[in-house]
């Protein structure tokens, strides 16, 4: 467990230099997201809701306390789902695609979300390496908070696919309508009928039934065809991988 105050002012000029925005799941305490968020260089802080927060006066509060507590700050509020925390990751990772090709760095901040947010934005946290945070809390009474300090949380490796997985990933797209169809993506010089077209359909037909195990892909049989599509899982994985090539790729 690692806990520290970021000072500002001792950090380095490149640091100073970083536009940093931080993606906030917003619940019903605004004293941990203010407090949490005050330990870090922020300028743009973008707070994450759910469909009919709008009339809930809880967090209608706490988004006016943010907004009064970062006062001239850029802060934007978008809409992500709430009970299914695949379709909640792949929104938050869209998000986090958008600041990354501005050149942002992105921290995402849990203090104050709700249970179902916090995981998904720790399953975008671990497919990106995007830093993850939460307040570490100390209350002297019953109603009176404190912040104690900041809890960095680690990230366990996921498995990586193997790269000729990977790159069928990206062939898949939005999906294939046969095997034949993925092996025209991959290998277009190869001829419809000849022993290596033959050869390579044997070859993925193995990738795509541990692709499918894993729970990367979905298959469906139509007549004779296999039809094959990116699970949701494999489109979060996949984001995931283009946001850290991106990152890579600006030096971040």
């Known amino acids: ?3 520290y105050k970021f000072n500002y002012k001792s950090s380095s000029f490149m640091e100073r230099a970083r536009l ?4 906030v799941p917003v619940g019903f305490s605004s004293e941990k997201l203010i407090a949490s968020l005050k330990q870090f260089p922020v300028h743009k802080i973008i707070v994450l809701t759910h469909k009919g927060d709008e009339n809930n006066k809880e967090v209608q509060s706490v988004l006016k306390a943010i907004h009064q507590a970062f006062k001239g700050f850029e802060i934007q509020n978008r ?3 709430r009970e ?3 379709d909640s990751s792949l929104e938050i990772l869209d998000i986090i695609n958008e600041e990354v090709k501005e050149g942002r760095t992105v921290k ?3 203090s104050g ?3 179902n947010i916090g995981i998904s934005s720790y399953i975008v946290s671990l497919v990106t390496n995007i830093p993850i945070y939460s307040d570490i809390p100390e209350y002297t009474d019953k109603d009176t908070y404190h912040l104690r300090g900041i809890l960095d949380i680690p990230l366990f490796p996921i498995k990586e696919l193997a790269s000729e997985q990977i790159t069928m990933l990206e062939k898949i797209g939005n999906g294939v309508e046969s095997v034949d169809e993925l092996i025209s993506r991959l290998k277009p010089e190869l001829e419809k009928g000849t022993t290596d ?4 359909r044997s070859r993925l037909s193995h990738h795509i039934r541990k692709l499918s195990s894993e729970g990367f892909i979905e298959t469906e049989r139509f007549s004779k065809n296999l039809i094959i599509r990116k699970s949701k899982l494999g489109e979060i994985y996949m984001k995931g991988k283009e946001i850290k090539r991106l990152i890579k790729k ?3």
Not at 20 to 23: V, W
Not at 197 to 200: A, C, L, P, V, W
């Open 250 to 252: 600006k030096g971040m």
């Open 84 to 86: 299914n925390v695949l």
């Open 197 to 200: 077209f033959s050869n390579e």
């Open 108 to 110: 995402i901040n849990i």
């Open 1 to 3: 467990m690692k806990n």
């Open 113 to 115: 979300g709700l249970r």
């Open 20 to 23: 940093y925005t931080h993606i």
């Open 79 to 81: 809409l992500v789902e």
